[in-house]
T-cell receptor, first 112, second 113 residues
Framework: GENVEQHPSTLSVQEGDSAVIKCTYS??????FPWYKQELGKGPQLIID???NVGEKKDQRIAVTLNKTAKHFSLHITETQPEDSAVYFC???????????WGAGTKLIIKP | DAGVTQSPTHLIKTRGQQVTLRCSPK?????VSWYQQALGQGPQFIFQ???????QRGNFPDRFSGHQFPNYSSELNVNALLLGDSALYLC????????????FGQGTRLTVV
């Protein structure tokens, strides 16, 4: 079955700097890769996603890149702000597309 | 748009008891998936409901069961609660059985004592 690994588990960056979180997946049949932000006491919030027919997608300060050959995808946040502090999860669709397989999460800390 | 709503937000149950959690999907969505999230971990897929049927199930015992109603809302039932069932239970809604653009509720925090 699909397995998703996410690194790092904790990332601390200075406000204004960029943050990069990386994930790898195992199932070549996976074709949908979302990123979620989860704040304390809340459910995950979809922030950006990418499909396997696209290599890169950008939405303001957030971008996601996908390398299908290497089976890895990354989240890039530029000009980080205090409100970016949260736990970020990557996920990949299963081959059947009925479920999402999740990474273990990255705690992003923005230092003022 | 009310988004995905879950009830209750918090729940404390005793080991061996049964619990029912409820979810109303985002307007326009017809598919509900349930996930269990242990503290400090990513969500684990329990099952998905579409057209009032369980389409796929994750690696969870039969103590976990569910239902989807004609209005697309859903319930998650857990029987014979164990201490290890303590977790945040998340409901996600999407459209037409797909996992793409799934929106999550705020979750139900279940504590088993």
């Amino acid at each position: 079955g699909e397995n998703v690994e996410q690194h790092p588990s904790t990332l601390s960056v200075q406000e204004g700097d960029s943050a990069v979180i990386k994930c790898t997946y195992s199932d070549s049949a996976s074709n949908y890769f979302p990123w979620y932000k989860q704040e304390l006491g809340k459910g995950p919030q979809l922030i950006i996603d990418i499909r396997s027919n696209v290599g890169e997608k950008k939405d303001q300060r957030i971008a996601v890149t996908l390398n299908k050959t290497a089976k890895h995808f990354s989240l890039h946040i530029t000009e980080t702000q205090p409100e970016d502090s949260a736990v970020y999860f990557c996920a990949a669709s299963s081959g059947s597309n009925y479920q999402l397989i999740w990474g273990a999460g990255t705690k992003l800390i923005i230092k003022p | 748009d009310a988004g995905v709503t879950q009830s209750p937000t918090h729940l404390i149950k005793t080991r061996g008891q049964q619990v029912t959690l409820r979810c109303s999907p985002k307007s326009g969505h017809d598919t509900v998936s349930w996930y269990q999230q242990a503290l400090g971990q990513g969500p684990q897929f329990i099952f998905q409901y579409y057209e009032e049927e369980e389409r796929q199930r994750g690696n969870f015992p039969d103590r976990f069961s569910g239902h989807q109603f004609p209005n697309y809302s859903s319930e998650l039932n857990v029987n014979a609660l164990l201490l290890g069932d303590s977790a945040l239970y998340l409901c996600a809604s999407s459209f037409s059985g797909r996992v793409s653009e799934a929106f999550f509720g705020q979750g139900t925090r279940l504590t088993v004592v």
